[in-house]
């Protein structure tokens, strides 16, 4: 069984597949299964998909009705075997350490998920995000201080870095064990609050000050990033899935000072 399960979501993607698929081939960390799961694309990504399965044996075609990437993320999940779990959207791609920094750092760490800095950018410019540097937060109450804020209040410092599913490391167990899905009802914010419901179960958090994912923001019609990259944000869901993840956490004992606020 791979120690690594990477789950790429596929719709319409064939112009930007193969890099994506090469970044990952390219891993110093090998013991991975790659699970391609195409979304219904109605363009040439399913026959690259198989294409791609035949020259290496840790690729794995799944197909599905388009139903967003939500769905095509928990088809995923489902069908993942490995210890850790990362999700990368096939526009992207990503560096061939990106592995074996993030798996080195979070178990020596014993976290439940590791962080990277990330590249936001395309050929010709790019952002580097070092908000939180090398450094692991321990204990829930840290994690809701540290973390959890700056995801309900946008801190615009630390969401883009914290909000999206694309540039972590999660343990597959904590995934599974408390049932933790994205939201096959949300266009928009899904990633966000996945990672709110994980934070729930999670007993540490580490980062890793490197730039090892790239976002390609040239790419149009991409679900995943229309939050990230402007454009007009749908702030009705947003506020809606704040306030979802606000009454999950409300819900546990320990989380009980966040709900103050929302009581009367």
């Known amino acids: ?3 690594v399960s990477i789950v790429v979501p596929i719709y319409n993607k064939e112009a930007t597949l193969k890099r994506c698929v090469k970044s990952i081939l390219a891993q110093t960390f090998e013991d991975f299964e790659l699970l391609l799961v195409d979304d219904g694309s109605t363009d040439n990504s399913l026959n690259l998909c198989h294409e791609l399965e035949k020259k290496d044996s840790r690729i794995s075609v799944f197909t599905k009705k388009n139903g967003g990437v939500s769905s095509a993320r928990n088809k995923g999940i489902k069908e993942s075997k490995g210890d850790y779990i990362s999700f990368i959207d096939a526009d992207d791609y990503i560096d061939e350490k990106f592995l074996e920094l993030m798996l080195n750092r979070i178990e020596s760490d014993g976290a439940s998920v590791c962080y990277i800095c990330n590249v936001y950018g395309d050929d010709s410019k790019s952002i580097d995000r070092h908000v939180f540097g090398d450094t ?7 994690i809701y201080k540290e973390i959890v804020l700056p ?9 883009q870095l914290l909000q999206s599913a694309a540039n972590k490391l999660y343990s597959n167990k904590v995934i599974k064990d408390f049932s933790v899905f994205f ?8 990633d966000y609050l996945f990672n709110v419901l994980f934070f729930k179960n999670a007993s540490s958090v580490s980062f890793v000050d490197s730039v090892l994912y790239f976002y390609d ?10 939050h990230l990259f402007g454009g007009k944000q ?9 306030c979802r993840a606000c009454y999950s956490f409300s819900r546990r004992k320990r989380w009980r000072v966040f709900s103050k606020g929302f009581t009367t």
């Open 151 to 159: 995801l309900i209040n946008h801190d615009s410092d630390k969401n």
């Open 217 to 226: 923001r040239t790419i149009t019609g991409s679900l995943s990033k229309n």
């Open 234 to 242: 749908k702030y009705s869901q947003s506020v809606i899935c704040s």
């Open 136 to 142: 692991v937060i321990d204990g829930n109450k840290n």
């Open 1 to 3: 069984m791979a120690r």
């Open 183 to 190: 939201d096959e009802n949300l266009s928009y914010a899904e």
